[in-house]
């Protein structure tokens, strides 16, 4: 469960910058990407990405390489951070008279860059490709657009018990291969 | 896996994928809260494998972060005000090499710019719902206004009633007749009259009057018409006038209701088409 970055962080902890420059050369692409598939907007992105990396920074002190891996103590932290910038973004969405739809909100994007939704699809495609397409779709809704089980239910029409058990059977799995590899 | 733990399986996921709501989330944080080793052992397992997707969406984010978050920690322990602060970035990115300072004015301009940009669609949707408030408050006021007239109208007519109601209960009123004369022999009328209070005149089976006309009552006390009040009849010939008291007259004789003119006359011109018999 040790991973590359344990000595950097061990040295951030003691106020190395160089060391954080190394830590973010090696992970920085991992919580972008991510942040870039919750939020879509590359500036919205770019800044949560630098204040997920200061957070790290001043938490290097905390970190304990029995509890995770650093992949996984960066993802925690990006995706947390950009589920509140997404909640706090619907809500935004949702005060005003006309709130952008996720869908609406996709259209600039591809208009501007008509090759963006068919790379998306592919991105998306290649996240979780593992698992069955309705665990994969349970679980992306949560992990990157950050709704709630109801929601998803809500959203797909199908009952509570049925995403939860999506959910539960998709992390199992997930589990299951990554403990094969390793 | 313990017995203990298994109920909160499918609670672990969501917990991990942050999905958890009310009931769920309070039982499975009460649950951890007691100390669950499987629990905390599934959710570092959860965050790794998650880890592991997550690496299908790697890339590269824009040079101008890592050079923001250097710059950030190397200030920070300095702990310069903050217009110290300002000034001393404005100056490295002035010292810096041209292609930095390249870099640098174009990630203030794409920041700035994207906030601007922010600010002013966030400030176009407040004037967005600003004008539609101001619109459902003046849409309000009209609603208001028609209430008002409503109201006016249902005082107007509550206060006939209670007119009609104290008419009839006044043992001085009396119930008069008319009877349809020879343009309209079918025509009826009938009004409730009391000296001092007034009356209600109703009547029924009347043409239309044609346009530029209109009915008139008359009263008619010491051989003399007296102007009554003017009416109209519906499609089926149906109308009503309240009569208010006629001064200085104890008794009426008869009432009568002739066709006139839309203002209406001080002696009857047309034609008669209601009368009483005489009192």
């Given at each position: 469960?040790?991973?590359?970055?344990?000595?950097?962080?061990?040295?951030?902890?003691?106020?190395?910058?160089?060391?954080?420059?190394?830590?973010?050369?090696?992970?920085?692409?991992?919580?972008?990407?991510?942040?870039?598939?919750?939020?879509?907007?590359?500036?919205?992105?770019?800044?949560?990405?630098?204040?997920?990396?200061?957070?790290?920074?001043?938490?290097?002190?905390?970190?304990?390489?029995?509890?995770?891996?650093?992949?996984?103590?960066?993802?925690?932290?990006?995706?947390?951070?950009?589920?509140?910038?997404v909640r706090s973004v619907r809500r935004r969405e949702e005060?005003?008279?006309?709130p952008?739809?996720?869908?609406?909100?996709?259209?600039?994007?591809?208009?501007?860059?008509?090759?963006?939704?068919?790379?998306?699809?592919?991105?998306?495609?290649?996240?979780?490709?593992?698992?069955?397409?309705?665990?994969?779709?349970?679980?992306?809704?949560?992990?990157?657009?950050g709704?709630?089980?109801?929601?998803?239910?809500?959203?797909?029409?199908?009952?509570?018990?049925?995403?939860?058990?999506?959910?539960?059977?998709?992390?199992?799995?997930?589990?299951?291969?990554?403990?094969?590899?390793? | 896996?313990?017995?203990?733990?298994?109920?909160?399986?499918?609670?672990?996921?969501?917990?991990?994928?942050?999905?958890?709501?009310?009931?769920?989330?309070?039982?499975?944080?009460?649950?951890?809260?007691?100390?669950?080793?499987?629990?905390?052992?599934?959710?570092?397992?959860?965050?790794?494998?998650?880890?592991?997707?997550?690496?299908?969406?790697?890339?590269?984010?824009?040079?101008?972060?890592?050079?923001?978050?250097?710059?950030?920690?190397?200030?920070?322990?300095?702990?310069?005000?903050?217009?110290?602060?300002?000034?001393?970035?404005?100056?490295?990115?002035?010292?810096?090499?041209?292609?930095?300072?390249?870099?640098?004015?174009?990630?203030?301009?794409?920041?700035?710019?994207?906030?601007?940009?922010?600010?002013?669609?966030?400030?176009?949707?407040?004037?967005?719902?600003?004008?539609?408030?101001?619109?459902?408050?003046?849409?309000?006021?009209?609603?208001?206004?028609?209430?008002?007239?409503?109201?006016?109208?249902?005082?107007?007519?509550?206060?006939?009633?209670?007119?009609?109601?104290?008419?009839?209960?006044?043992?001085?009123?009396?119930?008069?007749?008319?009877?349809?004369?020879?343009?309209?022999?079918?025509?009826?009328?009938?009004?409730?009259?009391?000296?001092?209070?007034?009356?209600?005149?109703?009547?029924?089976?009347?043409?239309?009057?044609?346009?530029?006309?209109?009915?008139?009552?008359?009263?008619?006390?010491?051989?003399?018409?007296?102007?009554?009040?003017?009416?109209?009849?519906?499609?089926?010939?149906?109308?009503?006038?309240?009569?208010?008291?006629?001064?200085?007259?104890?008794?009426?004789?008869?009432?009568?209701?002739?066709?006139?003119?839309?203002?209406?006359?001080?002696?009857?011109?047309?034609?008669?088409?209601?009368?009483?018999?005489?009192?």
């Open positions: 469960m040790v991973g590359p970055g344990v000595d950097l962080i061990r040295r951030m902890a003691g106020g190395d910058r160089e060391a954080l420059a190394a830590f973010y050369d090696l992970y920085a692409p991992l919580a972008f990407g991510l942040l870039r598939r919750m939020l879509r907007d590359v500036e919205e992105a770019a800044e949560v990405l630098q204040e997920v990396f200061w957070e790290l920074w001043r938490a290097a002190g905390e970190y304990d390489p029995r509890r995770g891996s650093p992949e996984a103590w960066v993802t925690v932290r990006a995706r947390s951070r950009g589920i509140d910038r005060m005003l008279v006309a952008l739809s996720e869908t609406a909100a996709a259209v600039p994007e591809a208009m501007a860059n008509p090759g963006a939704l068919v790379e998306e699809r592919e991105m998306v495609r290649g996240f979780l490709r593992e698992l069955p397409a309705e665990q994969r779709e349970a679980i992306a809704l949560a992990y990157l657009q709704m709630t089980q109801s929601q998803i239910s809500a959203h797909l029409g199908l009952p509570l018990g049925t995403v939860k058990t999506r959910m539960r059977l998709g992390l199992e799995r997930l589990r299951g291969m990554a403990g094969s590899r390793t | 896996m313990s017995a203990a733990h298994e109920p909160f399986d499918e609670l672990v996921a969501g917990h991990v994928l942050d999905a958890l709501e009310g009931e769920d989330a309070r039982r499975f944080a009460a649950h951890r809260a007691g100390g669950c080793a499987e629990c905390e052992r599934a959710i570092g397992e959860y965050h790794e494998a998650l880890a592991r997707a997550a690496a299908a969406f790697r890339e590269a984010p824009p040079a101008r972060v890592r050079h923001a978050l250097l710059q950030r920690v190397g200030e920070a322990p300095a702990r310069r005000s903050r217009a110290g602060l300002a000034l001393g970035w404005v100056a490295s990115v002035a010292l810096a090499a041209g292609i930095a300072a390249v870099v640098s004015a174009s990630w203030v301009r794409a920041r700035y710019e994207a906030r601007l940009d922010q600010l002013a669609s966030e400030a176009a949707g407040l004037r967005a719902a600003l004008a539609e408030q101001v619109h459902a408050v003046s849409d309000l006021r009209r609603q208001l206004d028609e209430q008002e007239k409503t109201l006016t109208l249902v005082r107007a007519q509550a206060a006939a009633q209670e007119r009609t109601l104290a008419l009839l209960g006044d043992p001085e009123t009396r119930l008069v007749s008319l009877a349809g004369l020879e343009p309209r022999p079918q025509a009826q009328g009938r009004i409730i009259w009391n000296a001092r209070a007034g009356g209600l005149l109703v009547a029924a089976d009347l043409p239309p009057p044609p346009a530029g006309k209109v009915y008139e009552l008359w009263a008619i006390a010491g051989g003399k018409p007296l102007p009554a009040g003017l009416f109209t009849v519906d499609a089926e010939g149906k109308g009503s006038l309240a009569v208010a008291p006629l001064a200085g007259v104890a008794t009426v004789e008869v009432f009568a209701v002739t066709l006139e003119p839309a203002e209406g006359v001080q002696s009857p011109t047309g034609a008669m088409y209601l009368a009483s018999k005489k009192a």
